[in-house]
């Protein structure tokens, strides 16, 4: 299996990338900055140099073809701006899309975050309702799209203790936290869960191991 990860030298796709090729996939990451190469081949993966701000369509799709299946995990990250919230959690996933319907790529997972249906609350850091903003529409351009099987995954607050390989997994949990280990290894098993398309996922840690937790969603 060949999976293409968007964000490829972020620190979820970095442990996703580990885990796909630790076991025998082939995986590419795609990355804006080559000094960042390295990285990625240390974790197993493929290094594909593309910048999602401003590459076309045409050309993420020569990136992604010949994959099984693609997952976005980009984001503008901290100290961005408003401005580049929109650039990269919007505007770069829908891109992304586009690059997999061209080429045929169905299998698309895209990693989001918890609570961006809503309208963000009054007081909230005009960023970070920036970014709140950017990934529902993007989630909901993605759900709009009947030639990708998709997935969307929500985590909560991300953190970089341990995986515990426990986690809840449903359409909705309470608010909470969720280490970059474990989602990266839900985003593995959904890849392996073709049946968890059409689901958005929200993503907590928990009690359930992560094998039985996406089990459960599409029993």
Partial sequence: MRTVIAGGHGKIARRLGRLLASRGDQVAGLIRNQEHAADLLEAGAEP???DLESASAEEVARRLAGADAAVFAAGAGPGSGAARKDTVDRAAAVLFADAAERV??????????????DEPPPG???VFAAYLRAKGAADADIRSREGLAWTILRPGRLTDDPGTGRVELAEHTPPGAVTRDDVAAVLAALLDHPATAGLSLDLVGGGTPVPEAV???VR
């Fill in 124 to 126: 909230t850091d005009p």
């Fill in 215 to 217: 089990a459960a969603v």
């Fill in 104 to 117: 045929g790529v169905r299998r698309l997972i895209v990693v989001s975050a918890m609570g961006v249906d």
């Fill in 48 to 50: 594909v140099a593309c």
